[in-house]
């Protein structure tokens, strides 16, 4: 029976979850380096057959498969099914480690283990056999599992357990092992290709729960432990400011003090976060320096790489500097907007680049001079793939920001049960080809312009060659946004996707954070990465228990 290569791996992580096969390969065929010369290979290696004399046990033979079997499996199967039994049906199946003997059934040479079909009787490293089972013959399917917790193994018959065969087996590598003698023998394999007679996966399933079981047994057995764990899941909720979980978490141990920080400082950075989100840069800005005065004005860096998120909101049409221009824009110029139940924030006053505020004075530059774009790089804090760092704050209640182009916020946005739409480039109804730097709208874009260029002067106040080196290219590769009349659309448009302004915040998050001697990377984190180094190294230094723990089951 031919099986899908897709479906054989599929059923093999399934079985064996934390088998990295990049490193440690699972056995999936016979060796046709690794076998006696007695011995044919069919069907992809799988399918063994006899073609010696016969005469007598000189004339056995025996074949391993092409790799040991992992230690990170914790339990590894493999079945076998007699084809024939041949002229006398001496067979043995079981395991071997590398270099044995191969003119032998598995079983009579040293470290070698093997239960053999014409007695039933088990052999390990002598020609001698102890009584373990019944005889098998044609037709019979023999499972043999290996136990890397205990270093045990056992058999089974049909699809049936037959007991423990050996224990206390070395703690080396070892190979599925089968070995023939006499005319006409023929076996095959099944390594998890194709589901087994034996319920392994149940099997399996009782080891990790005993695992866990014992895991949680410890927990709740030492008093300091669970209450180390409880003040590490306190500073997680803390650092991404989950209110509603803190109150709840603190009710559920009988705990009325909430530690670390207070509600109301948390629901301050809450407040941050949802400007960030929203593409409201300014409006953060002059948020953090009201409710955490200092930060910014201590991190020029940071404050830089505000501004520029800003410049690239204006380039979107999100940001306050421009909005309020791009809605009157908008709404003299009778722009069609389904604004069906949206409540449209009113057009204040808009506010001025050399508002002390916003940390910028107005030095406008000859409308001559241009702003070149030279080279590109990411935001702080940012992943490679553009995701969000470690850092990032969650709230109870999710941000609802809805797109429709490049993932760019449209100017919809959920607050306080209300939305209203930050963007005149009114979307609604439009293709992205129409879309226009701020709505179109060119006293905002000459705003837009002239913000963009005072970032020059900023850039010019961190004095750090490296640092001054870094933020240059990302000024530039925002400045890059303005040489394309699509930006969205453009090979830079990445930029203006919400996502981008994740990172932005887990850098201002952090520096909050900090600033109350709060970790600015929750401590669980970090121990749930020592923790799977931890499981790593038990797994190389052969503790097989290690394979049915995974941190991401205790995540979920």
């Known amino acids: 029976m031919d099986c899908n290569p897709l479906d054989i791996q599929k059923r093999l992580k399934e079985l064996y979850p934390q088998v990295d096969e990049s490193v440690t390969p699972l056995p999936r065929k016979w060796s046709t380096k690794d076998k006696y010369t007695h011995l044919n290979l069919q069907q ?44 006398d049906g001496y067979l043995g199946i079981g395991l071997s480690a590398q270099g044995t003997n191969l003119n032998r059934l598995p079983g009579w040479e040293k470290l070698t283990y093997g239960y053999h079909g014409d007695d039933g009787h088990k052999f390990f490293s002598t020609g001698n056999g102890q009584p373990y089972g019944p005889t098998y013959t044609t037709g019979d399917v023999i499972g043999c599992c290996l136990n890397l917790i205990s270093y045990s193994c056992f058999y089974t018959k049909n699809g049936i357990h037959i007991g423990d065969a050996f224990h206390n087996l070395p703690t080396m590598a ?5 070995g023939l003698q006499t005319p ?34 410890h927990i709740y057995k030492d008093e300091q432990l669970s209450n180390t764990l409880n003040e ?45 989100l929203d593409g409201q840069i300014g409006e953060a800005i002059e948020k953090t320096d009201e409710l955490f005065p200092g930060i910014l004005s201590s991190n020029s860096t940071l404050l830089f790489t505000l501004k520029v998120r800003q410049f ?15 809605n009157n824009w908008e709404s003299n110029n009778h722009v069609s907007v389904k604004s069906s139940n949206l409540n449209l924030k009113a057009c204040s006053t808009p506010r001025h680049i050399h508002s ?15 702003m070149h774009v030279e080279s590109s790089s990411k935001f702080e804090g940012q992943n490679d793939d553009g995701g969000l760092s470690d850092n990032e704050m969650e709230t109870d209640a999710a941000v609802v920001v ?32 129409s879309s226009k730097l701020c709505g179109g709208n060119p006293d905002a874009v000459q705003r837009m312009v002239e913000f963009g260029q005072q970032l020059l002067l900023l850039l010019d106040g961190i004095k750090s060659k490296k640092v001054h080196q870094k933020n240059k290219d990302i000024l530039l590769e925002a400045y890059s946004l303005l040489a394309y009349s699509d930006p969205w659309s453009s090979p830079v448009g990445y930029q203006l996707d919400q996502i981008q302004r994740e990172p932005v915040f887990a850098s201002l998050n952090s520096a909050i954070l900090k600033s109350q001697d ?15 180094l931890c499981l790593k190294k038990m797994l190389s230094h052969k503790i097989g228990t290690a394979a049915f723990v995974s941190v991401s089951d205790y995540l979920s």
């Open 44 to 87: 992809d290696g799988l399918k063994v057959l006899y073609a010696g004399q016969g005469k007598n046990h000189k004339d056995a033979g025996s074949v391993r498969a092409t790799h040991p079997i992992p230690i990170s499996c914790g339990l590894y199967y493999y079945e076998i099914k007699v084809i024939s039994k041949g002229r």
């Open 174 to 178: 070892l190979f599925p092992t089968v």
């Open 184 to 217: 006409n023998e023929e076996l095959i394999a099944n390594f998890g290709q194709r589901p087994f007679e034996f319920d392994f996966a149940d099997y399996v399933k009782e080891w990790r729960i005993a695992t866990e079981n014992m895991i949680y047994k």
């Open 232 to 276: 590490l899941v306190q500073q997680y909720l803390v650092h991404h400011g989950y209110v509603g979980s803190i109150e709840a978490f603190h009710k559920s141990i009988g705990d009325t003090q909430i530690q670390q920080e207070s509600l109301r400082s948390i629901k301050n950075r809450q407040k941050i976060k949802t400007l960030v």
């Open 312 to 326: 690239i909101e204006m380039v979107n049409g999100t940001d306050s500097e421009v909005e309020g221009l791009c």
């Open 356 to 370: 002390t505020k916003s940390n910028l004075e107005y030095h406008p530059l000859p409308p001559s001079e241009p």
């Open 402 to 433: 809805k797109h429709t182009r490049n993932g760019v916020t449209n100017g919809v946005s959920g607050q306080n049960n209300s939305t209203k739409v930050s963007n005149g480039v009114g979307d609604y109804g439009k293709s992205r080809s």
């Open 518 to 532: 709060l970790p600015t990377k929750p401590p669980i984190q970090t121990l749930i990465g020592q923790t799977k």
